[in-house]
């Protein structure tokens, strides 16, 4: 569905994008996630056809993007920077938008009217940052969509709207194979609603992987040893990202198969052996602490 394959971008001296690779398959949600500044924006506006690349190639089905009403037709972006005319009520946007995008559906629309309970004739400039957002996507879903692009999607929203929205794009998904790739700092909400992620930084797509085998290849280990002795062989033999301890216990994140690292770790006859579930944030931080992106110990 969207491939990306060697994308550069700069402003200057600064380059956002470098020889970036990704894939999104079709039907998919993909969480797109890095720290500020490592490109995750610059792409998204490539990907809509707001920037032209300086190298590489993105794709829709073949097709790129930029200056592409026939690819634009079939997509839409939803970011934290919205954008309204400032005399259109909702409903001047909505015959706005059906006159754009040839697939806009009146019945959906009013059908989300009982979810949204905003009053049509509001001018949608001078609603709060919550309920814009809630127009947005009302809109956005009554394009139907091939692509739902999405910013920092669900910011200002209460948590029962923020629930209701998800739940009507995985609806989506799910009946018209709607695909979703999704850029957010709010990597709890990510882990329940995508099912691959990729990890950019610098620019690059460092990690891609199904949310599965992303979360299967880092461990937490929780050990203790016999009167208390941490042995530090055992650090050797595993591809350790971190490891902390207190009192006797000891916690590890180590990387790579969980069959491997039992069999090590038992070699040296632990008192206590626990292998811990990781969340995507800590997986991400523990991803990228070995790029030159972790905790600083500042003393104050």
């Avoid at 026939?70 to 946007?93: G, H």
């Avoid at 009053?119 to 127009?135: E, F, H, I, N, P």
């Avoid at 929780?222 to 006797?248: C, I, M």
């Amino acid at each position: 569905m969207i491939k990306a394959q060697g994308v550069v971008k700069s402003f200057g001296d600064f380059r956002a994008l470098d020889e970036l690779r990704l894939h999104v398959k079709k039907g998919s949600v993909y969480g797109l996630v890095g720290p500020n500044g490592a490109g995750k924006t610059t792409f998204i506006k490539m990907l809509s056809g707001v920037y032209k690349g300086d190298g590489g190639l993105i794709t829709v089905d073949g097709q790129e993007p930029y200056e592409n009403t026939s690819i634009k037709e079939r997509m839409i972006c939803i970011s934290d920077d919205l954008f309204f005319y400032p005399t259109y009520s909702i409903l001047d946007m909505a015959n706005f938008y059906a006159g754009i995008y040839p697939k806009w559906d009146w019945e959906l629309f009013e059908k989300l009217k009982e979810i949204f309970r905003i009053d049509v004739k509001r001018k949608a400039r001078r609603l709060s940052k919550g309920m814009q957002k809630q127009v947005a996507f009302w809109l956005g879903l009554c394009v139907k969509p091939d692509i739902m692009v999405l910013d920092e999607p669900v910011d200002g929203l209460d948590p029962v709207m923020r629930r209701n929205v998800w739940r009507l794009m995985l609806q989506a998904v799910e009946e018209r194979e709607m695909t979703v790739l999704v850029s957010s700092h709010n990597l709890r909400e990510l882990e329940d609603v995508c099912d691959h992620v990729g990890i950019l930084h610098k620019g690059s797509v460092v990690i891609e992987k199904s949310l599965d085998d992303l979360k299967g290849n880092v461990h937490k280990l929780q050990l203790a040893f016999e009167n208390g002795e941490y042995p530090e062989q055992l650090s050797k033999e595993l591809e350790v990202l971190d490891k902390s301890g207190f009192a006797s216990v000891n916690l590890l994140i180590v990387k790579g198969n969980v069959e491997e690292i039992e069999q090590i770790v038992k070699k040296y006859k632990p008192l206590v052996f626990d292998i811990i579930p990781l969340t995507l944030e800590e997986v991400f931080i523990y991803e990228l602490g070995g790029m030159g992106y972790e905790f600083e110990t500042i003393l104050l």
